[in-house]
């Protein structure tokens, strides 16, 4: 049976024709081979013209063997094809569950230079804050500095206290030596006087003595002048006169008693006179030694607070210098665990991010891979459909779905497409399959067949399905070059792709390069920190 059908993928004016070898009964009861012609719409199902060809019967082992060797083929096709959509339907699902793999390593990435782009702003916040601890610790090392100076200052002003309390102790020794000499000549002052006094009882006692004597031998004589007078009396100058004799002698007596007490009154008033002034300067040098000894007790007294003061100061001034230190210390410790915290986070994060990126490019490499594998089984797909659809002038036409039966005219007919029909589960993304079979015998008999009961306007026909098959071919050609130039597209998305990672590969050294860098910043920060720390500690210690 000859049919012409219009495919799916031409306007509808075409027009395809089939040749198809079915059994059949002729007039007389033989068997025999008939031609069915047909056309129809690829829409409408409306019949393009009568059929006017007629039928020729085959003979019936060529219709059993072509039957066979079709199944045969078929049944091959098919179980390739259910092997090549097994194998498409698996690298399908693994290209999804590797593209949603890929969106969730890029929502993830995404999450990760999110987090990679906000640590700069960390870092901001804590350079700010190392700074403004950088400027608390310049601002504490002046202090240190100034309060060293204060202690300096202290140092002299103790180191001059010092020696003024050493000057005031030599001058207190000296004081206190002048007021011994001074004690001593008091006490020999003391023993002159009373010396002296021994002496003035002795010598009162020496003048009453006298002065009794004096009065007994005045007496005595007084006694004898009377006797005398009497004795004169009654002598009547026969007796020398005696009164004047003892009137001499008492006269004499009298000017030496009196000329002695008055020599003794002048050396005692002399010497006691003497002694008064001794004792008068003696007691004024003693109160003038007790004043300055009184006052040098008094500056003894207050230089021992003034150097009770500082060194209460001092060492108030060296415990907030030591707690200041602790402090300090105990904050740069602090400041510097927490950069190494942040150092290592970040460090974890960015081992985090490369390997990421490593599991991204691996995942990458293996979508490539995929893309590849599948961009060849397509191409031997498409190799294979080619090298069906050019295996000969005579094709044979499968769709996915049943397409409009072509009318019989009173006879079943063996069509092709009613044979392949089960195939077309098998067939991929709702595109159609050409198969193009064609032997030798099919190709003859059909031109006999045409031959002998073809109508006259067979030739039209054949010329116009030459013309669809060059056309179906440039389409085909067509689609190859399209399909090339979509692959071409892919690779250069592919090399762009490749190119953006290289570029950010870069963009991440240069980014470790910087942080290496500023790594070594604050590892010299750190060591002139504890530098200056030594040095002030040597000043602290000096």
């Not at 100076?149 to 102790?169: A, G, I, L, P, W």
């Not at 005595?220 to 009164?243: G, H, I, R």
């Not at 159609?432 to 064609?438: E, K, L, N």
Request: glycine share 4%; net charge negative; with cysteine.
């Amino acid at each position: 049976m000859t049919s012409t059908s219009i495919g799916p993928y031409f306007p509808s004016t075409y027009k395809r024709r089939v040749v198809v070898r079915s059994a059949g009964y002729g007039a007389g009861g033989g068997i025999g081979s008939r031609s069915a012609y047909s056309t129809f719409s690829s829409y409408s199902s409306v019949l393009s013209a009568p059929v006017s060809a007629a039928v020729t019967e085959l003979r019936l082992d060529q219709a059993a063997q072509v039957s066979s060797e079709f199944k045969v083929l078929r049944t091959q096709e098919k179980a390739e094809l259910q092997d090549l959509n097994d194998r498409f339907v698996s690298f399908i699902e693994r290209v999804h569950e590797l593209e949603q793999q890929n969106k969730l390593l890029e929502t993830k990435l995404l999450l990760l230079r999110q987090r990679h782009t906000e640590p700069s702003n960390l870092r901001a916040l804590y350079e700010h804050e190392i700074r403004q601890l950088r400027a608390a610790v310049e601002e504490a090392h002046n202090e240190k500095q100034a309060a060293q100076d204060h202690k300096d200052e202290m140092e002299d002003v103790f180191s001059n206290m010092q020696t003024r309390y050493e000057d005031e102790v030599l001058g207190r020794e000296a004081s206190e030596g002048r007021l011994m000499d001074a004690r001593k000549g008091v006490d020999e002052a003391a023993l002159g006087h009373a010396e002296l006094e021994k002496r003035v009882c002795n010598l009162l006692d020496e003048l009453a003595f006298l002065k009794r004597l004096c009065e007994s031998e005045i007496a005595e004589l007084q006694a004898q002048l009377q006797y005398s007078a009497e004795v004169s009396v009654e002598m009547e100058v026969a007796k020398p006169d005696l009164s004047a004799a003892l009137r001499d002698i008492r006269v004499q007596y009298e000017k030496l008693a009196h000329h002695n007490l008055q020599s003794a009154d002048e050396w005692f008033s002399n010497k006691v006179n003497v002694m008064t002034v001794g004792t008068s300067r003696k007691t004024e040098s003693a109160r003038n030694a007790r004043d300055e000894v009184s006052e040098y007790r008094r500056l003894l007294k207050a230089r021992i607070l003034e150097i009770d003061a500082g060194r209460g100061m001092n060492q108030a001034l060296e415990n907030q210098l030591q707690d200041v230190e602790e402090k300090q210390s105990a904050e740069i410790s602090a400041l510097q665990d927490a950069i190494s915290q942040l150092e290592d986070e970040l460090r974890a994060n960015k081992n985090d991010m490369a390997h990421y990126l490593k599991d991204y490019q691996d995942l990458l490499n293996v979508k490539m891979a995929l893309d590849i594998e599948i961009a060849a089984y397509r191409n031997l797909l498409e190799g294979e459909e080619n090298r069906l659809n050019v295996a000969g002038p005579g094709s044979f036409n499968v769709y996915s779905h049943a397409m409009y039966a072509p009318p019989s005219y009173g006879r079943t007919p063996f069509s092709l497409q009613s044979q392949l029909s089960s195939a077309a589960p098998y067939l991929m993304s709702s595109r159609f399959y050409t198969s193009s079979i064609s032997t030798e015998e099919t190709i003859s008999a059909s031109q006999a067949q045409q031959a002998e009961a073809s109508p006259p306007h067979d030739e039209q026909e054949e010329e116009e399905v030459e013309q669809v098959v060059e056309e179906e071919k440039e389409e085909e050609a067509e689609e190859g070059q399209g399909e090339e130039g979509e692959d071409e597209k892919e690779e250069e998305a592919e090399v762009e792709e490749e190119e953006k990672q290289d570029e950010r590969e870069e963009e991440e050294e240069g980014d470790e390069v910087g942080e290496k860098e500023e790594e070594t910043k604050k590892q010299k920060d750190v060591e002139a920190e504890e530098k200056c720390g030594k040095t002030t500690d040597e000043k602290v210690q000096m």
